[in-house]
């Protein structure tokens, strides 16, 4: 019943929000965000102890006045998804605009392929729907599977829709397809932030210990690929903005867990950095350092 529920909330959204006029939907997302963060739920205070590793010396009126306006942001990640399979491709093309771009085109221009690691900042979705639409290119990710199983379906239609290749992240075969897409000068694109899984890499971020994906490092090592990090965040404006951080190269020396271990260490300071310009577009609502997995343990 429960999953049935989420799958009927989701398909509600879908259906629904994309209807509605831009600032009836943009004005629904923030009164629901504020609704939800006054009630000061698991989520809300979460949110609040992550971002108190990304500023350290805020205030409690600091910290809860980020945490609303990360609600906010995070509703505003949501309303945009459920309305972006009703936009036009010109809409998508102009809705976001990155930072040093330069290091994405020079890396496909080199044909050796390229992956970009992102952390769960803005709306990694419209920045996917602006590379198949401004930079004219497909690209491969991989999605978590959901459940129930109807409301996966509903996030790979809604993905393929906005013309991206989805792969499921078990099963064992995504890697070897990836790797596959690279060799053939393709891009792939990868959510990186957070792995608890007994192969993630141990990381130092914001000053304490947590696990990111080795995938990104492994695939660009194995495949000769550009490894790329970008941020994103909201202002203002209606246009979502973003930055290609610069290419993290492969060591020269050291055996293969060596190397992964010092490339994912610099993807998380590539994120660290555009997490702390703009932590209120981080969208982390869930334990992510091992210090606070290890306070839930019995």
Not at 117 to 129: F, S, T
Request: hydrophobic share 40%; proline share 6%; charged share 25%.
């Amino acid at each position: 019943m429960k999953d049935r529920l989420t799958d009927a909330l989701y398909g509600l959204g879908w259906s629904t929000v994309k209807k509605l006029p831009e600032p009836v939907a943009n004005g629904l997302g923030r009164r629901i965000a504020d609704q939800v963060w006054k009630r000061r739920g698991k989520s809300v205070l979460r949110l609040e102890s992550n971002l108190a590793r990304v500023v350290p010396d805020a205030s409690p009126e600091r910290l809860a006045a980020l945490s609303r306006a990360g609600m906010r942001s995070y509703m505003r990640y949501w309303m945009e998804s459920f309305r972006l399979p009703s936009w036009s491709r010109g809409r998508m093309a102009n809705g976001f605009v990155p930072e040093d771009v330069h290091h994405l085109v020079d890396g496909l221009a080199s044909g050796r392929g390229v992956v970009i690691a992102l952390p769960h900042m803005g709306n990694y979705d419209l920045a996917g729907a602006w590379v198949t639409t401004k930079m004219d290119t497909p690209f491969t990710t991989v999605a978590e599977r959901l459940k129930p199983e109807t409301l996966y379906d509903r996030f790979v239609a809604y993905r393929e829709s906005l013309g991206m290749e989805v792969l499921p992240h078990t099963g064992g075969s995504a890697f070897g397809t990836l790797a596959r897409r690279l060799r053939a000068g393709g891009l792939v694109c990868l959510v990186a932030d957070r792995d608890l899984s007994a192969s993630g890499v141990e990381v130092k971020f914001f000053g304490e210990t947590t696990r990111m994906p080795a995938g990104p490092a492994m695939l660009a090592q194995q495949t000769g690929a550009v490894l790329l990090p970008v941020t994103l965040w909201y202002d203002d404006s209606p246009i979502m903005k973003g930055r290609v951080h610069p290419p993290i190269e492969v060591p020269e020396t050291g055996d293969r867990a060596s190397r992964t271990s010092s490339m994912t260490q610099a993807m998380a300071d590539a994120f660290a950095t555009g997490i702390a310009d703009h932590p209120e577009d981080w969208h982390m609502l869930q334990r992510l350092w091992l210090a606070d997995l290890e306070e839930r343990r019995p």
